[in-house]
Each structure stands twice: as C-alpha cells, then as structure tokens.
C-alpha cells in the first residue's frame, strides 16, 4: 500500500515536500517513483529511486528544482520540490515497480497510490 502526503495550495517559486508512507511488503529490489497527471494530460514521469541503492533518475523537466529520496527506516520516500512553477500543478502519485531497472512508463509500475494534489499559483 503507498499512501501519499504534503500536497496542497503554494505560491510559484515557493516548496512543498511530498511524502509516501509504503507498508505491507519489504521494497528491497524495488523501484519507488513520483508520477504527476495535469488535468486532460497525459500521467507523466517526475523522479525515482531504487529502494535499495538510493540511486536516482530525475524527468529534464524537474532537474534541479526536484529531488527524490527515501528514509529505509520509515519506509517512506519523499519528494522536494522547490523553485516551484504553475506548470507543476497536478495530482501526483506514488508509484513502486519490482524491478531495479528504472522506467518512465507509468503502466510499468504495479503499485500506486492514491495520489496528492499540487496546485501552484502565479
């Protein structure tokens, strides 16, 4: 189960910090990624990490403004966005694959959360 958390209502340039508690499986091996879906637009790719190793793979378009990590710990794996922009705003999911390898598409994944909305304002 991934639960997602942090989203809400922010000023462009301004951060948020999204969280997604996983229970219910060990997510060694694992994959974790950020989705986010705009309204009338495609679900598109943001960021992942691999469970295990803490490396990541981050969409151009979120290079520099986002970073992904996990805390093994709290099984949970957060997402940083900073200097954000209106074109940011959109639900985003959590997302887990049980593969290492990393993928942008989103019917890769087997998990999913429910997600959280984004909105920025200009």
């Known amino acids: 189960q991934l639960v997602e958390s942090g989203g809400g209502l922010v000023q462009a340039g301004g951060s948020l910090r999204l969280s997604c508690a996983a229970s219910?499986?060990?997510?060694?091996?694992?994959?974790m990624a950020w989705f986010r879906q705009a309204p009338g637009k495609d679900r598109e790719f943001v960021a992942a990490i691999r469970w295990s190793s803490g490396y990541t793979f981050s969409a151009d378009s979120v290079k520099g403004r986002f970073t992904i990590s996990r805390d093994n710990a709290k099984n949970t794996v957060f997402l940083q966005m900073n200097s954000l922009i209106p074109e940011d705003t959109a639900v985003y999911y959590c997302?887990?694959?049980?593969?290492?390898?990393?993928?942008?598409?989103?019917?890769?994944?087997?998990?999913w959360g429910q997600g959280t909305q984004v909105t920025v304002s200009s």
């Open positions: 997302a887990a694959r049980s593969s290492a390898t990393f993928q942008t598409r989103p019917d890769l994944y087997e998990y």
């Open positions: 219910g499986r060990t997510f060694n091996g694992y994959v």
